[in-house]
């Protein structure tokens, strides 16, 4: 049985803020670092992340080039003192070159932070004529150390005449004076590099009845996106640039080099326009106008069992031939919206709408051409299945009338925990899984988590049958049939958990390395009997006071024990350790002891881009030195954040891959409309090796 896994890569990297109102942060700088950029870079800060919600803390914090603090005891009256009275302000200082002549005045500065949490705290301002800058941000500041430090300070420059520009700097890089015994300043320094590009004007007419379109769909308003072209076709499906227009409908593009480009133009519910462009390198063009017709539409209704769904059903829409390249737009926020280039026409590929209270939906913006449509998902839902898309009806666009009433089974899944109703406790962290009937399809592992028992809404892949199965461990073995769905069918499923008794303990001791100390292993828990079948999802265990590492409580049984070293070691750096297998034969209701030794390998880090230092999206074959093929884990760490790519490449930045043992590999990177290309390695015990690997167009 074929199934498609996860594995965990990150649990995030948390980090503590004492609360107690007897401290106070003080921080010490001795330097002033200048950070020289001339193209964004990515912040790999293992602390950051995307919550939103800050809970306040009491810390009070400077900054320091050495990262260094010193805990000051409040209750000292003479310190105290000389800290609440001094004035803190904190700036940015820097200069702006590269741009032309006379116009340095010309460019827009902005400074933010990144760190745990999302804080809006922007600041602007702009060059003077001799293009230095000074950004006063206290106030951003004095916000983030209400709740913790933020980790890294991003300042950006917009120019009408050239490329935009960041650069990045630790927040702990600010070089503190105090000049005066009342006041602390500190100030981040940096120098922006500007490059001249290709600029490209114009303005965008819409029909005089246009309206934003209902549903959040690819804009916000009219927009436009520039796209390189090499002999006659675009390079690759990503635009080097792209914005909204202005309130007059105006808009400016920006592009790195000269030569061919396509400016396409398009909003919500209209015709798409796209005009061929020569640009050149310092020199603006103006290409007039593009103007944006009315699109042709489907329409219809959508009815579940003969009555109309609930709003909030998703329809979704696909060209029914899709030929030539095809362009992609993303606007943050929004959905991203798929064109098909034909040259003189742009199709749209794809749409998707949602019904209103009557079961009515309207996909607009389309190419007078054949889609196939189908109702996609039900609104509430706690988990979807995915699956193959079934087309229910292909109709040629505009059309009404287009009534579906193959909406998407649904299964309202309720547990009992040994006959009563559960509470949160009961099902916390309870894994469970849907295996289909169909054996090269995708096994959903999910958790049972609730608050009351209900877990609500779940869509499985229609005319497909499934087995619900509670993996062993809290709960005894459970499972269940689940025949296919008919369209619109709605079910029910009680599912009846009892206690497992005789549980067993698995306790792990590592032999490590001394220079890689280890304060947490990743287990995946397999069957004993076939490595495929996974009794858990991959779990972090940490160190115990003993040394110790445990496993949650398993059932008696053989098991396969697959054990990682946590990706950060407890000296902040990445893990070497190669992924070790452990047989375990746990009997009745014993704790087992077991040594694992985890020995070094090396580490490979990848990215891949075109000449012209674009992403490529690159699919990687490794092989050992034996000419063996092996399997591929890519991932990336951003901000706290794991994405998994498994073969090929994300785009999320260097991708990381698990330790291999140290020796000879070799990597094979391709990608459509790229020549392959080979990396032979030499990976080392306890090393790093990064490739940055350029693929070239055939």
């Known amino acids: 049985m074929t199934r498609n896994r996860h594995s965990l890569r990150s649990l995030g990297v948390a980090f503590a803020v004492p609360l107690a109102l007897a401290l106070v942060w003080l921080i010490r700088t001795r330097g002033e670092p200048v950070a020289s950029v001339s193209r964004p870079e990515a912040s790999s800060e293992p602390g950051a992340s995307s919550h939103t919600g800050p ?14 603090s010193a805990v000051v005891d409040s209750q000292d009256p003479a310190v105290a003192t000389a800290v609440s009275k001094r004035e803190r302000q904190w700036f940015v200082r820097g200069r702006v070159v590269g741009a032309p002549p006379g116009s340095e005045q010309e460019a827009k500065l902005g400074a933010h932070f990144l760190g745990r949490y999302n804080i809006e705290d922007r600041v602007e301002g702009f060059a003077t004529a001799d293009g230095s800058f000074e950004l006063d941000v206290t106030a951003p500041v004095e916000a983030w150390l209400r709740h913790v430090p933020p980790s890294e300070l991003v300042v950006s420059v917009d120019h009408p005449a050239c490329l935009r520009e960041e650069a990045r700097v630790p927040f702990t890089s600010g070089a503190v004076s105090t000049s005066a015994p009342e006041l602390e300043r500190t100030e981040f320094r940096c120098e922006l590099v500007l490059t001249s590009a290709a600029l490209v004007t114009g303005s965008v007419a819409v029909p005089s009845d246009w309206a934003l379109p209902r549903e959040r769909e690819a804009v ?7 796209f390189e072209l090499v002999d006659g076709q675009p390079r690759g499906d990503r635009p080097v640039d792209s914005g909204k227009c202005d309130g007059a409908g105006r808009w400016t593009l920006r592009a790195p080099t000269s030569g061919p ?24 063009l103006d290409v007039g106008t593009l103007t944006l017709s009315r699109a042709a539409w489907i329409s219809g209704v959508v009815r579940r069992m003969g009555r109309p769904v609930d709003a909030g059903t998703t329809v979704s829409a696909r060209l029914t031939e899709v030929r030539g390249p095809d362009l992609l737009i993303a606007s943050p926020g929004w959905p991203s919206l798929r064109l098909q280039w034909l040259g003189d026409e742009l199709r749209r590929i794809d749409a998707s709408v949602t019904t209103d209270a009557a079961g009515r939906y309207r996909l607009e913006g389309l190419a007078e051409a054949d889609y196939d449509v189908w109702v996609s998902s039900a609104p509430n839902l706690r988990l979807h299945a995915g699956g193959r ?28 925990v040994d006959g009563r109703a559960p509470n949160r406790d009961d099902l916390e962290g309870v894994q469970a899984e849907f295996v289909p009937t169909d054996s090269e399809r995708r096994v959903i592992t999910f958790e049972l988590t609730s608050n009351d028992g209900n877990y609500g809404r779940i869509q499985l892949e229609g ?27 709605e079910r029910v499923l009680t599912l009846e958990l009892r206690r497992a008794d005789l549980e067993s303990t698995l306790l792990l001791i590592p032999i490590l ?3 890689e100390p280890v304060d947490s292993l990743d287990l995946l828990v397999c069957d004993g009997a076939d490595a495929n079948v996974q009794r858990e999802l991959w779990t972090r265990s940490e160190r115990s006071t003993d040394g110790k590492f445990r496993c949650e409580p398993l059932p008696p049984g053989r098991y396969a024990v697959r054990v990682r070293a946590g990706p950060t070691l407890a000296n902040g750096a990445s893990s070497h350790y190669v992924e070790q297998w452990l047989d375990v034969e746990l009997p009745a209701g014993a704790t087992v ?22 992403f490529v999206r690159a699919a990687v074959e490794l092989r050992d030195a034996g000419g ?49 290309e080979v990396r032979a390695v030499e990976l080392v015990a306890g090393e790093t090796r990064t490739l940055e690997v350029v693929l070239r167009r055939r």
């Open 628 to 676: 063996e093929k092996l399997g591929t884990e890519f991932y990336c760490n951003v901000q706290g954040m794991s994405y998994g790519c498994g073969w090929y490449l994300c785009e999320q930045g260097l991708n990381d891959h698990p330790p291999l043992p140290a020796g000879r590999y070799e990597f094979t990177l391709s990608a459509e409309g790229y020549e392959s």
């Open 513 to 515: 390395e001394p220079s």
């Open 593 to 614: 002891e077991r040594e694992v030794e985890l020995t070094l390998g090396g580490r490979v880090r990848m990215s891949a881009q075109d000449e012209h230092g674009a």
């Open 389 to 416: 898309v079934v087309p229910e009806r292909r109709v040629r666009a505009p059309a009404d009338g287009v009534d579906l009433d193959g909406a998407p089974g649904l299964l309202e899944l309720r547990m009992v």
């Open 261 to 284: 480009f396509v400016v396409v133009a398009h909003a919500g519910g209209l015709q798409p326009s796209a005009r061929t462009v020569e640009l050149v390198l310092g020199r603006p």
């Open 220 to 226: 916000d308003g009219a927009r436009v996106a520039l």
């Open 463 to 489: 005319g497909l049958g499934y087995t619900l199965r509670v993996l062993p461990g809290r709960f005894a073995a459970t499972e269940v049939a689940v025949a296919p769905f008919s369209p619109g069918e």
């Open 55 to 68: 809970p306040p803390v009491a810390t009070e914090a400077t900054t320091s080039a050495g990262g260094r």
